[in-house]
């Protein structure tokens, strides 16, 4: 079976802080997704990587960036969080190609920023 | 661009009764869609998808789907639902072709599906 693994189930930040939300996967899946889960909202596609080092902005990059140096890990990073980036974020793998490969999702980590 | 309307953010069932989650999609171009689900406290798993061929799509735990291309629309339908179907269902479309776009799945906002004992 599919692993996808996130570092925190939940999280308490102050607004400002530096914040590391990560990702690891164990079936040496290509790509890798980060998304947003907000209430009336859906998911929401933050940053997604094809490839160790290779990323593409989704639909909602700002305020955030990433990092994949490695194949099985997938970083999110808030530079500086802000209140309303208080929201659950969903990590995702999936075998190379189209989005048409399923995508196996982390339980995700709750994030609260004060 | 694709975007998807899931029409119900709500449906109460009883238990035994028959469910059905209307997804309607827009898109220029043709798509993959799919269905997941999304248990308390868990992160989201394929119920179904349809890439191509049969209409009809069967998935894990008697949920099933049918492609209707002159509606645009993938309703997600099960005969009859159990307390543990009681989660959240997201329909998803991606575009067929193989542009950048295509890494990208578009989501609908969920609907929450309760069965009542």
């Known amino acids: 079976d599919v692993k996808v693994t996130q570092s925190s189930r939940y999280l308490v930040k102050r607004t400002g802080e530096k914040v590391f939300l990560e990702c690891v996967q164990d079936?040496?899946?290509?790509?890798m997704f980060w998304y947003r889960q907000d209430p009336g909202l859906g998911l929401r596609l933050i940053y997604f990587?094809?490839?160790?080092?290779?990323?593409e902005k989704g639909d909602i990059p700002e305020g955030y960036s990433v990092s994949r140096e490695k194949k099985e890990r997938f970083s999110l990073i808030l530079e500086s969080a802000s209140t309303n980036q208080t929201s659950m974020y969903l990590c995702a793998s999936s075998l190379p190609g189209r989005a048409l490969e399923t995508q196996y999702f982390g339980p995700g980590t709750r994030l609260l920023v004060l | 661009a694709q975007s998807v309307t899931q029409l119900d953010s709500q449906v109460p069932v009883f238990e035994e009764a028959p469910v059905e989650l209307r997804c309607n999609y827009s898109?220029?171009?043709?798509?993959?869609l799919f269905w997941y689900v999304q248990y308390p406290n868990q992160g989201l798993q394929l119920l179904l998808k349809?890439?191509?061929?049969?209409?009809l799509v069967k998935g894990i735990n008697g949920f099933e789907a049918e492609f209707n291309k002159s509606q645009t629309s993938f309703h997600l339908r099960k005969p009859s639902v159990h307390i543990s179907d009681t989660a959240e269902y997201f329909c998803a479309v991606t575009p067929r072709d193989s542009g950048a776009g295509s890494y990208q799945l578009t989501f609908g906002k969920g609907t929450k599906l309760s069965v009542i004992p």
């Open positions: 898109s220029s171009v043709s798509v993959y």
């Open positions: 990587s094809y490839d160790v080092k290779m990323k």
């Open positions: 079936m040496d899946h290509e790509n």
């Open positions: 349809y890439l191509s061929g049969s209409t």
